[in-house]
């Protein structure tokens, strides 16, 4: 949705198949290398409106970015109008969720008048609890009435209202859920989620050069790759669809004719002979090894070590763990040294452990498919791989339903780890 040409294209694509009823639109992106999302534009407009108090010089960018896509697809001046209402309430708000949605707002407002379809504000139809999760009783009851009638409808995607009543926006990137969300209320035949890639693919193609298209991933499978920094859909985008059984179809706008990616309930997985479906990883975190003799035998040490974690709202994403051992991984984002230092103490105190030892600079790298659990000698593969190109293994995680392998490397051995995996399982 970056500029009137790219909303022609989804305009072509909308009305090539009739059953694209109900079309979630996101905030316009990059036009070219170098150019500004509409979001951070808007997030820029609301720390001017909170350290001047006004934010009418960075509302221009904004101002002329939707001017400019009105204009290239014809629509006259009405969009002016709009604009200034959304300045105005930009301002009354004064509020980072409400300035950071009115992309998406805007975006709908436009693409909903382009394509002579019902505009359904988010803000009317999605709702969110006491504890910022999604109500989905309420608001699939709204979405499903709010469509009735219509032919087509426009929605915005990445914000509700919270329970307070006012506009609450998903994370980065939560138009992805948003569509999820609306597929569920209608009960669609399939979410198409339209982007600009043509899938998933085995690993990143900044590493590895052209690696293989994935015709088909389970939810589960899609979890563990987006969760690990796959990043062509959100990872809490298969939440709403999930219950209902709906699959997933990942789209390129760009080259339409492509197959794309189609994600599927697990129970209608089909496995197509390969032991790996996916790698993906992460950088930058931070490792808390702790040894204690005996620790195995002892009441509640795994939940006197993380209530400290939890007394400082620190979310742990990994504990690898022996008989003797535990390990905390955490995203390094998360922590300051002050933090650090606090729950050191705290761990300390708790559970007097005999060593207590820090590595930062880990990158997590999963390995991910359902053929490994069926496949004798998948691990002494990927283990070998990774020695083969001398890379030294700091952390190993596997879960108990044997989809994926977790390893933990040095940030600058990430890349090298990648591509030794990426050439055992798929070759080079």
């Known amino acids: 949705m970056s500029d009137g040409g790219v909303i022609k294209n989804v305009a072509k694509i909308i009305e090539s198949d009739p059953q694209r009823r109900y079309i979630v639109v996101s905030a316009p992106g990059k036009r070219y290398s170098g150019d500004t999302k ?4 808007l997030y820029a407009c609301f720390d001017e409106l909170k350290n001047t108090g006004d934010c009418t010089e960075s509302f221009k960018a904004v101002r002329n970015r939707f001017t400019d896509i009105a204009a290239q697809l014809g629509l006259g001046d009405g969009i002016i109008g709009v604009l200034d209402e959304t ?14 949605s009115r992309g998406e707002y805007l975006s709908a407002r436009i693409a909903a008048e382009f394509l002579g379809a019902r505009f359904i504000d988010a803000e009317d139809v999605i709702f969110f609890k006491e504890n910022g999760s999604l109500d989905g009783e309420k608001t699939y009851k709204a979405v499903s009435a709010a469509v009735v009638g219509a032919e087509r409808a426009v929605l915005p995607g990445f914000y509700g209202k919270g329970f307070d009543g006012r506009v609450k ?8 859920i948003s ?3 609306v597929a569920r209320a209608v009960n669609a035949t399939v979410y198409e989620n339209w982007t600009d890639v043509s899938g998933f ?19 589960k499978e899609l979890r563990e790759l987006s969760y690990m920094g796959a990043n062509v859909l959100h990872s809490e985008s298969i939440f709403p669809v999930r219950k209902a059984n709906i699959p997933i179809h990942i789209k390129n706008t760009f080259r339409p004719e492509d197959c794309g990616t189609v994600i599927v309930p697990t129970s209608r997985y089909v496995p197509d002979g390969s032991t790996v479906t996916g790698i993906a990883g992460k950088k930058n975190f931070t490792v808390i090894f702790i040894e ?62 005999d060593i207590i ?30 020695a083969a190109a001398d890379i030294n293994i700091k952390m190993i995680d596997q879960g108990s ?22 050439a055992e399982f798929f070759g080079r």
């Open 357 to 386: 030892r820090v590595t930062e600079n880990i990158a997590l790298i999963a390995t991910v498919g359902h053929g490994m659990s069926s496949s004798v000698g998948t691990s002494a593969r990927l283990f070998n791989a990774i």
């Open 201 to 219: 693919l085995a690993c990143d193609p900044r590493i590895v050069d052209s690696p293989r298209n994935i015709a088909t991933l389970s939810y």
């Open 401 to 422: 339903s044997e989809l994926n392998i977790v390893v933990g490397v040095k940030n600058d051995d990430y890349e090298r780890c990648i591509k030794a995996i990426y």
């Open 169 to 176: 926006t998903f994370s980065r990137g939560g138009s992805d």
């Open 38 to 41: 509409v979001t951070d534009l």
């Open 179 to 181: 569509g999820a969300i």
């Open 87 to 100: 300045f105005e309430r930009i301002k009354q708000e004064r509020d980072a969720d409400f300035t950071a």
């Open 292 to 353: 204690k003799s005996h620790m195995n035998g002892e009441i509640g040490f795994v939940r006197k070590v993380l209530s400290v974690i939890e007394d400082e709202r620190v979310p742990v994403e990994h504990i690898p763990s022996g008989i003797d051992t535990m390990s905390l991984v955490i995203e390094s984002s998360e922590l300051d040294d002050v933090k650090l230092g606090r729950i050191l103490e705290g761990i300390k105190n708790s559970v007097e452990p």
